[in-house]
């Protein structure tokens, strides 16, 4: 399998524009998330699904921010409009769910989004 | 709700010696507790986890980790650290799910861990 996919790895761009993270998941997992990784901040959890259906996205920070998974093998992050503070390394993972739960998360690359 | 510490922000060591990365946690319930590595811009790697059964649990690259209950801990170790090992390590833990729903991996800070020659 090759693993979860994300597109693009960097993306710079300047304070107001919009900005689309794409994420395709291992196939057949039935969850994905959508993370954020800071120096202050650390890793922070900001959204997840479940067979396409947003489970629980305490973790965006604002309105700016959206996520959608219209089918089981794709999701987009969207922040509109970007300011200098999303800069950050935004990574998405996927795990399939097993009974109990201990199921892993297997994580992408990543995206290194820098806002100027 | 569900916390995990990692006391160290740095561990140095030497190549060839003994490694030992901390980890505590809290939670309700049953634990499972991961460990993952992340290397220079890259995404978290998973290392291992504990489900329930021996509270030894081997992983990849010659790590392993120790469930102790009585403790909350589940501290990672490797017998001899290689300097290939030099990397962020996170220490995560969810509690076991009893009546369905949810599925957040609660991580630790990260501690970094450098080995020299």
């Known amino acids: 399998d090759a693993g979860v996919i994300q597109s693009p790895r960097h993306e710079v761009t300047e304070m107001g524009q919009e900005v689309t993270l794409r994420c395709k998941p291992i196939?057949?997992?039935?969850?994905l998330f959508w993370y954020r990784q800071t120096m202050m901040r650390g890793l922070e959890l900001l959204i997840y699904?479940?067979?396409?259906?947003?489970?629980?996205d305490s973790g965006m920070p604002e309105d700016r921010f959206s996520a959608k998974m219209p089918n089981a093998s794709f999701s987009t992050l969207k922040i509109q409009p970007s300011e200098p503070r999303d800069s950050a390394v935004y990574f998405c993972?996927?795990?399939?769910?097993?009974?109990?739960?201990?199921?892993?998360?297997?994580f992408g690359p990543g995206t290194r989004l820098l806002v100027l | 709700a569900q916390s995990v510490a990692q006391p160290e922000d740095q561990v140095n060591v030497a190549e060839g010696n003994p490694l030992t990365v901390k980890c505590t946690y809290s939670v309700s319930g049953n634990p499972y507790l991961f460990w993952y590595v992340q290397y220079p811009n890259r995404g978290l790697q998973f290392l291992l986890k504990?489900?329930?059964?021996?509270?030894l649990v081997k992983g990849s690259y010659g790590f392993e980790a120790e469930f102790n209950k009585s403790q909350t801990s589940f501290h990672l170790k490797k017998p001899s650290a290689l300097v290939s090992d030099s990397a962020l390590y996170f220490c995560a833990v969810r509690e076991e799910e009893l009546t369905g729903g949810g599925n957040k991996l609660t991580f630790g800070t990260g501690t970094q861990l450098k080995v020299e020659l």
């Open positions: 196939s057949g997992h039935d969850y």
């Open positions: 504990y489900i329930t059964g021996d509270n």
């Open positions: 993972a996927s795990s399939n769910h097993r009974a109990g739960g201990g199921e892993t998360q297997y």
């Open positions: 699904f479940n067979n396409n259906v947003p489970i629980d």
